[in-house]
């Protein structure tokens, strides 16, 4: 397994194939194709507040993201994509993320 924080492409992919049958200490049998994780996961969040306590400031996925960094539940989290802010209904002082 190989992990990087950059996006892979086809041509990223067809290198590193290439590299590790090149290798001697590598049965080139055991190499697998190369392909990108399949499966994803979704963190909804539920009953924020819309807006920051004792200020008429909303929330903003920057501060959301601020929050989630100081949480320690979420230490090991890492956001892939912009975080959605949605107001659950107008009427309520509430947001879903």
């Known amino acids: 397994m190989i992990t990087t924080n950059k996006v892979v492409s086809t041509l990223d992919l067809n290198i590193i194939k290439k590299y590790l049958k090149n290798i001697s200490v590598i049965d080139s049998n055991d190499i697998m194709a190369p392909r990108l994780l399949q499966s994803k996961s979704y963190l909804k969040i539920l009953k924020i507040p819309y807006l920051i306590e004792n200020t008429n ?18 230490n090991n989290v890492v956001l892939t994509s912009k975080l959605r802010i949605i107001k659950a209904f107008h009427k309520l002082s509430i947001v879903v993320i």
């Open 57 to 74: 400031i909303s929330i903003s996925s920057d501060i959301t993201e601020r929050i989630l960094q100081s949480t320690h539940i979420f």
